[in-house]
């Protein structure tokens, strides 16, 4: 399995043959492993860090504080610890996952409350950490505008229209998740099958991953069955698409099982900070797979159900 490198410079700069080239190069990657790291991207580094480090501040303050933000799975704020067990969505009763959350959305409501009270729900942000709205805000923008770069490119790595996919994201839900992946001196040894975050899939269009390398870091299972750490690279982000990608393509392209590893006891101190904006498409868009290998299905409708899948009761 391969999880390539892709310069995406050639797209946005490039004239018609280097456009195909690099659509090419996509559309490789999403056969083989559903994942490829980006350069060219656009997004300043300083916006990255000063997401993580704005994040790392919240995650610092006392429980108590923390606490006051607390939601369930799906909500704007803070995902205490024991509040997801990705494990689940596979039908594996897995122990929770070892992260806390912060979660933040498309918050542009479009006037129907059943619809609104949930995709597209206020976002609510730390007092203790003013300065994080603001940046959020800015991220969110800059991976909403990345997203449907992306889209584009995969339109064309399937000789599709350039809007065949970014018609159905006019007015997109989509969730930023900001994940504290805490050390073992604090979370303690793990629990059998414990991992910072169960095996899955993601279920939306398009996942980009701003993360940190670390022995506890992400893995990808091959197409033979195994686990991989992860390529990384500083200035890169991952990609990789979801299930309701993976059916719009007719299985063409593969949404890959993925994991984070528990805090390992040969780097006890270690924690990890990844910024993971999940994007998706018009919650009422009615998505066709290609060459009818899927019946149809309401994104919103089938985004739900995997959400409530991996929920801890």
Not at 82 to 106: C, F, H, I, R
Not at 183 to 191: A, I, K, L, N, S
Not at 247 to 257: F, I, N, Q
Request: net charge negative; charged share 20%.
């Amino acid at each position: 399995m391969a999880v390539p490198l892709i310069d995406l410079t050639p797209w946005f700069h490039g004239g018609p043959r280097e456009r195909a080239g690099v659509a090419a190069k996509v559309d490789e990657a999403l056969r083989d492993s559903g994942f490829l790291l980006i350069t060219g991207h656009g997004v300043p580094d300083e916006l990255r860090a000063r997401t993580r480090e704005l994040s790392r501040r919240f995650f610092a303050q006392p429980e108590e504080v923390k606490a006051r933000y607390a939601v369930s799975v799906g909500g704007r704020g803070w995902l205490p610890p024991g509040a997801e067990a990705n494990g689940y969505a596979e039908g594996t009763e897995t122990p929770p996952d070892l992260k806390e959350s912060y979660s933040v959305g498309a918050d542009e409501q479009v006037g129907i409350p059943a619809v609104d009270e949930f995709w597209f729900q206020p976002n609510v942000f730390p007092a203790e950490v003013p300065q994080l709205a603001a940046t959020a805000r800015e991220y969110m923008a800059r991976m909403r505008a990345l997203s449907d770069g992306l889209l584009t490119i995969f339109a064309a790595a399937l000789g599709l229209e350039p809007a065949y996919f970014t018609r159905h994201t006019t007015h997109p839900t989509y969730t930023f998740n900001i994940n504290w992946y805490p050390p073992m001196t604090r979370v303690g040894e793990p629990g059998e099958g414990q991992f910072r975050i169960g095996p899955h899939t993601d279920f939306g269009t398009v996942t980009v991953l701003d993360r940190e390398a670390g022995v506890g870091g992400l893995q990808v299972c091959t197409s033979a069955g195994e686990w991989a750490d992860a390529p990384f690279d500083p200035a890169a982000f991952t990609v990789n698409i979801g299930d309701l990608m993976a059916r719009w393509t007719g299985d063409r392209w593969r949404s890959t099982r993925h994991r984070v590893l528990p805090p390992h006891a040969s780097a006890p101190d270690e924690d990890l900070v990844s910024l993971i904006f999940f994007y998706e498409t018009d919650h009422d868009a009615e998505i066709h797979s290609l060459g009818g290998a899927h019946p149809p299905v309401v994104a919103s409708a089938y985004l739900r159900e995997k959400l409530d899948a991996i929920t801890v009761s």
